[in-house]
């Protein structure tokens, strides 16, 4: 039991450090790009936290296999670096046992993948698109910012505005040289915004408008009780995947090729976990001379190509190139004969070196 907990509190240790720096790196990335965002009216500052906070189990879909793996590569490969195995092994503990040692926390993180996977992720990304939608029905002037040049519905047209408030716009300048189309600038004292039909409009009153032509001196001044101006439909942020979103319920009664598609990918990602922890035990085993870190690029690209077969079949089974009965199957008993053929290489090589010796001696 000591030996046990010995090994599982390696394990479990590297794991949360691995999967805290690999959040971290993917929180960063994504704070980093609604941000920019929020900069430009998009979306409000007041969300992005729950957008994180929702986007972030979808992660945890890849980042937990990825650390344990990696968890488990540098674990077993600093213990035969430090001879610790070799004990092990004097002592009468075999690979089979430090095998289940290392499998029992596996299991667990497994289980944790598979809830995340199959419950806790679709509901996430579900919960961020509906962020999305609210930010989606706001309106351009909700959206603006006072006593910042503003991009109005992703044209070349900028608006400024002094003050915002209750829909109503203060002292509004406005300016835009669409290609092909006369250039203007625009003051008004204030301005609001209005739905007619499916277009939008900012309405601008008691303003002047100057028409001008860019690199020609001269232009002409028009002044206006209301004005009003069309707002380009704007591309606010790109949903998740509606079939991500799809409880794991509905995506099995649906039962269509793209919904078993998205199970398979969903059971996958959790089947991989011992596997892949079977596949670092036996890439984790090496010479003490060789050094704690000499497979872990070689590791690290079997566990990249298991992914992506993953991925790659997933698209197959959506078009049909590959049956729903097969589905990822293959990859997984691929990848765990191959995590079998790792651990009893050296079972393999002590059995050829006794049929050696013994027709030696004959």
């Known amino acids: 039991m000591i030996l046990f907990r010995y090994v599982s509190r390696e394990i479990l240790a590297t794991f949360f450090a691995v999967a805290s720096v690999l959040l971290l790196i993917v929180v960063s990335n994504s704070l980093a790009h609604y941000l920019s965002r929020a900069a430009a009216g998009s979306l409000d500052p007041s969300v992005l936290f729950w957008i994180l906070l ?37 002592t009468g503990t075999s690979l089979k046992k430090l095998s289940r040692w290392i499998l029992t926390p596996a299991l667990v993180i497994a289980a944790s993948v598979g809830f995340i996977t199959f419950y806790l992720g679709p509901t996430g990304l579900q919960s961020a698109n509906e962020v999305f939608d609210q930010q989606r029905s706001r309106s351009e002037v909700d959206r603006l910012i006072p006593g910042r ?12 505005t002094e003050s915002v408030g209750e829909g109503q716009l203060g002292r509004v300048f406005v300016a835009s040289a669409e290609k092909d189309e006369q250039a203007f600038v625009i003051l008004a004292p204030s301005a609001h915004e209005e739905q007619l039909g ?30 009003g101006i069309l707002i380009p439909q704007a591309d606010i942020v790109a949903k998740e995947s509606k079939l991500k979103t799809w409880s794991t319920l509905a995506l099995w009664d649906a039962g269509e090729a793209e919904h078993m598609a998205v199970l398979h990918y969903r059971l996958s990602l959790t089947l991989m976990v011992p596997i892949i922890t079977l596949l670092a035990i036996g890439f984790g085993r090496s010479n003490p001379r060789s050094g704690r870190f000499a497979k872990i690029i070689p590791g690290i690209l079997i566990f990249l190509l298991y992914f992506a077969l993953i991925t790659a079949t997933q698209s197959a089974i959506e078009d049909g190139q590959v049956p729903i009965w097969l589905g990822m199957w293959w990859i997984h008993l691929s990848f765990g004969g191959l995590a079998w053929w790792l651990l009893t290489s050296d079972e393999r090589e002590m059995k050829k070196s006794g049929g050696g010796v013994q027709n030696a001696s004959n």
């Open 149 to 160: 040049f503003m991009n109005i519905g992703g044209g070349s047209g900028v608006v400024y």
């Open 198 to 227: 499916e277009n939008r409009y900012i309405v601008l009153k008691d303003g002047v408008r100057f028409d001008v032509t860019p690199g020609e001196l001269g232009g002409r001044e028009l002044r206006f009780g209301a004005h």
């Open 54 to 90: 929702y986007r972030i189990p979808a992660s945890l879909e890849i980042i937990f296999p990825l650390s344990l793996f990696l968890a488990v590569l540098l674990g077993v490969g600093r213990m035969y670096m430090d001879s610790e195995v070799a004990v092990l092994f004097a």
